[in-house]
């Protein structure tokens, strides 16, 4: 896993990224103006098929946006697959524990990191930001029911 | 729908023919046999027959179904017309003809009150305005026809009288028409009430019912529109047939008077119905429908004066006079009277509909024409002349024109309401009398907290003397819950004169969550405020516990004070302030106007000192109630140089919030111009996202999806967002205050009858053009080019897509004119420039470069960097 300080960056424009944000669920419904900040805080990780980019039971504050490539959640029940544009460990940045699963790359890829005093930033700033957290929450506990009945 | 009409109208037509078999008969025979000095003693029993026909036919609505209804009433209408024959015609008895005088009066409203309460089943409020106007057109063209008929025919069959039988033939085909409809709309019209909860009301449930209906503002307006409306066609009634009874002596050339005149009168309004109403209703709306009657009638009065005044009233020129302002009446009430009022109650729950209309219809004008007769009797022991009853109209109509606008302002804010399914509102706990009182001191004794708050608050909502003594008792409550409510309950009315209140909060100051709150309440309202209260609110809301100034804010927000004002003020501008400052803010928002002055010119960085000030300030100050600073603020959304940031602010803080919890409704006048700036904001967007359709269609293939087109549009989207968003603000600040979600749903068109009222709402709310333009902006079934069509359809110019689409999107990457005032629009189209056309790209980028918004700067420099 390479951070971007180190190579040129894939997508350095503001507008880019805030449309990569925006194909996430969790960012869909943001105005493009609102995810600017936010976008300009991100940071882009490279990655390897193989590199490990979470390992759980690591205590860390910082969300992953996969943008290409395809990575594995390893959990003790089981295995599921991400793809663009997934938000992998989002939890971490809203309640911060252990991580609960691994991530391995399947694929060469790259995502961008986003750090928890940011998103609290951005949240304190934007609280349209906060709704589509909730929304996106609210939605994931649906799944969850859903999956379980 | 052109059933309905049809057989609506053909109802109406035999009612009009009802009426002209009737009246040209009886008024001949009357004023023959006793002149028209007797008319007001019939107007008293048309009275008190009207009120007893109003209180039965009510009573019978809530028990029969309206198809049932009308064939009832029309049953007893036939039997009394052809008693009435009989006693004429075997016995001579011309006393039968007051029956019949009181009769007519009586038969019209009832008679509209089976066709209306069945119309206003069949159709919603819109088209009902569309509709109504045709369906009583048939009224004027049955009299017409009747009276012409009358006029003609009187002197072929050998007794005015027999002209009642040709009633009766009609009345028995009016009641055919009631039952073929019932058949065709069974569900409507055959459908009884459900049964009331108590079947055996006793007379005071059935007073506190009629009053509870009147108590309803709409309802007591309409009445007294209709009362208003009943006198005047009444007195103006009695001018025509004084002066007629006058002119013509004998019963047969008074009958053909009678009949020609009516079928004139009837023919016109028939034109007017035909040619003019519904064309005039669907223009201009409601308002004109309910305030044109009167304002023609007073201009008929002034001109009716002026002729008196001239030649005098014995001529056929006053009598022409007086038939011209009979006209007028008569037809702007078949026009546009009797559908608006029939549009109004639409604006009531549906439980209410049919007594509010048998009150304000079947006994308004029976109780009009009572009026009318006492006034006349009085008049005539005066030996007051006609000229006299004249000028008597033209007050009444003034006063009616009055009430026209009031009902309209009535029935505006009803609509909102019959959306939101809200009937009653919550009624305090009253303690009143032993038994009440007992119950109260057993729940402030409770073991619970509930129980103990609950108490407390039924002590201060009947104002009881023993609230400061049980307040004291409850500061020192185990439970913080009730110390808290007792705070709460302490909080909004001065401390002078309640020593043993103010002594008791005196007793608990202190480093405490409840010790700082009680300090907010002795600076907020005890006149002799203690520098140590003063000392300890300052503290705690500069404390970095986070309890003490949350609980200062609650404080200061409960019982604001001047002195709070500037330590409020320094508590906004710190990096992360108590969550409960706006609300603090807002309880001081009187005080705030110089404040806001200044702040407003600044322009700060929102996570600077100044800009949090700035921003807590304007948005405490907009969602606060009516303030003089919050009017000059909303002032500030018409200035032409008002940035798009600070209309984001302005406009967002009108949303409903938790902590406004009343919030005032904000004057339509003050939002218009943002209001259509917002719509076309969204129409040149609508355009932008076609603009970019063909500029960028097809779109290239491969695995690329387009992320550059996919930026433009999402920016071009936001805009739209956002300006629906605002449009929907702005609508519900000056329509809906609590909130627009139910107004929305109604809008979506699962119940059509619900989206014609919110499309109603809008145009009482904004007036017609502002509220279609909100309709197409907000409109949640229109797609993009419906939209576009809407917003075209409601008369919104502004920026078209003609030309060549890139050099229109160049256009708004560089915005020359500031139409947009959007950096990060620009941004966005400017990054997708480059796959349309690289020269644009170039060009806009190069006028970009240096743009001090840091995104476009950015896009401008990658772009020429290309």
């Known amino acids: 896993m390479k951070e971007s300080d180190s190579l040129p960056q894939s997508h350095p424009l503001t507008v880019d990224r805030v449309a990569l944000l925006r194909r996430a669920s969790l960012f869909a419904t943001t105005p493009g103006r609102v995810l600017a900040g936010l976008a300009a805080r991100l940071e882009e990780v490279v990655f390897d098929a193989g590199d490990v980019l979470i390992t759980a039971g690591a205590v860390e504050e910082w969300l992953l946006i996969l943008v290409e490539g395809e990575v594995e959640v390893v959990r003790p029940d089981g295995r599921v697959r991400m793809r663009p544009v997934d938000i992998i460990g989002e939890l971490a940045v809203l309640d911060p524990h252990p991580r609960i699963a691994t991530v391995v790359a399947r694929t060469d890829g790259f995502a961008f990191r986003l750090d928890k005093q940011d998103f609290d930033e951005a949240l304190r700033l934007r609280p349209e930001i906060a709704t589509s957290v909730i929304t996106a929450l609210a939605r994931r506990i649906r799944e969850i029911r859903e999956l379980g009945g | ?866």
């Open chain 2, 1 to 866: 729908m052109r059933s309905r009409t049809a057989l609506l109208a053909g109802q109406t037509t035999a009612l009009g023919l009802m009426m002209a078999f009737l009246v040209v008969p009886a008024s001949a025979l009357f004023l023959h046999a006793y002149g028209a000095s007797t008319l007001p003693w019939a107007y008293l029993v048309v009275a008190v027959a009207g009120v007893l026909t109003s209180a039965l036919v009510s009573r019978a609505g809530r028990r029969m179904s309206l198809a049932g209804l009308a064939s009832g009433l029309i049953s007893a209408y036939v039997a009394i017309v052809g008693a009435s024959w009989l006693a004429l015609v075997l016995w001579d008895a011309v006393w039968a003809t007051f029956v019949l005088v009181v009769l007519f009066p009586l038969a019209i409203p009832v008679g509209f009150v089976a066709v209306g309460s069945q119309a206003v089943r069949l159709f919603d409020v819109r088209e009902l305005k569309a509709q109504f106007p045709r369906v009583v057109a048939g009224f004027p063209i049955g009299f017409a026809v009747g009276g012409l008929v009358a006029g003609v025919i009187v002197g072929v069959l050998g007794g005015v009288e027999q002209l009642l039988i040709l009633g009766l033939v009609c009345g028995l085909a009016m009641l055919g028409l009631v039952r073929r409809t019932a058949r065709e709309f069974p569900a409507e019209l055959l459908a009884r009430p459900d049964p009331q909860p108590r079947a055996r009301a006793s007379a005071g449930v059935r007073r506190d019912r009629r009053t509870s209906v009147l108590r309803d503002p709409l309802v007591a307006a309409v009445l007294g529109y209709q009362v208003l409306s009943g006198a005047v066609t009444q007195l103006l009634d009695f001018v025509v047939w004084e002066r007629a009874a006058a002119t013509f002596t004998d019963p047969q050339s008074l009958a053909r008077f009678q009949g020609l005149y009516g079928s004139v009168l009837n023919l016109t309004s028939i034109l007017f119905v035909a040619l003019a109403a519904s064309w005039l209703l669907r223009t201009y709306g409601l308002r004109l429908g309910l305030a044109a009657n009167p304002a023609l009638v007073l201009v008929a009065c002034l001109a009716m004066l002026a002729v008196g005044q001239g030649s005098g009233v014995a001529g056929l020129g006053f009598l022409t006079m007086a038939c011209l302002a009979q006209v007028t009446d008569i037809t702007s009430t078949d026009g546009l009277t009797r559908g608006s009022v029939a549009a109004t109650y639409q604006a009531m729950p549906p439980e209410r509909r049919l007594p509010a209309q048998t009150l304000a219809e079947g006994a308004g004008t029976p109780v009009a024409i009572g009026l009318v007769g006492a006034l006349l009797l009085l008049m005539q022991a005066l030996d007051l002349d006609v000229i006299a009853v004249v000028w008597v109209v033209l007050v009444l109509s003034l006063v009616w024109l009055v009430l026209s606008l009031v009902t309209y302002r009535s029935y505006g804010r009803h609509l909102a309401d019959v959306l939101r399914h809200r009937t009653w509102d919550p009624r305090a706990l009253r303690v009143e009398g032993e038994a009440a009182e007992e119950m109260v001191h057993r729940l402030l004794g409770s073991a619970e907290a509930s129980a103990r708050t609950t108490g407390l608050e039924a002590l201060a909502d009947s104002g009881s003397p023993d609230l400061d003594r049980e307040l004291v008792r409850a500061l020192g409550d185990p439970d913080p819950r009730v110390r808290s409510r007792a705070l709460d309950l302490a909080a909004p009315e001065s401390l002078a004169g309640r020593p043993l209140l103010r002594d008791g909060l005196a007793g608990i100051l202190g480093p405490t969550p409840e010790g700082v709150r009680a300090a907010a309440i002795l600076i907020g309202r005890d006149p002799d405020v203690d520098p140590h209260a003063l000392g300890l609110w300052t503290d705690a809301l500069a404390s970095a516990d986070g309890a003490l100034a949350e609980a200062a804010v609650a404080g200061a927000a409960m019982a604001p004070h001047p002195s709070q004002l500037p330590h409020l003020l320094d508590a906004a501008a710190r990096p992360s302030p108590p969550l409960g400052i706006l609300e603090a803010l807002a309880a001081h928002a009187d005080m705030l106007g110089p404040t806001l002055t200044s702040l407003w010119v600044t322009t700060a960085d929102p996570s600077s000192e100044s800009g949090r000030q700035r921003d807590l300030v304007v948005r405490a100050v907009a969602g606060a109630g009516r303030s003089r600073p919050r009017r000059w603020l909303l002032d500030c959304l018409d200035e032409v140089g008002l940035s798009r940031s600070d209309l984001r602010l302005v406009v967002g803080s009108l949303a409903p919030t938790s902590w406004a919890r009343q919030p005032a409704t904000v004057p339509a006048s003050v939002l218009a111009g943002c209001l259509d700036a917002e719509a076309v904001r969204v129409h040149a967007a609508l355009v932008g996202l076609d603009q970019l359709q063909s500029a960028g269609a097809p779109r290239p293939g491969g695995s690329d999806p387009g992320l550059d087109l996919e930026i433009a549009e999402s920016a071009f989207r936001d805009e739209i967002d956002e300006a629906r968003r605002h449009v929907e603000i702005l609508f519900g600040a000056s329509a809906c205050p609590r909130g627009t979600a139910w107004f929305l749903r109604a809008l979506e068109g699962s119940e059509p009858q619900l989206r014609a009222t919110a499309i109603e709402l809008t145009e009482t709310t904004l007036g017609r053009h502002r509220g279609a333009i909100t309709v197409a902006v907000l409109d949640p079934t229109l797609d993009d080019a419906s939209r576009v069509d809407a917003l075209a359809a409601a008369g919104l110019g502004g920026t078209t897509g003609t030309g060549d689409p890139v050099a229109w999107l160049a256009d708004v990457a560089t915005d020359p004119g500031h139409t947009w005032d959007s950096a990060w629009l620009r941004a966005s189209v400017l990054r997708c420039l480059p796959r349309l056309s690289p020269a644009h790209a170039s060009r806009a980028a190069l006028a970009l470069a240096d743009d001090p918004d840091p995104v476009v700067a950015q896009t401008a420099a990658w772009v020429l960097r290309r």
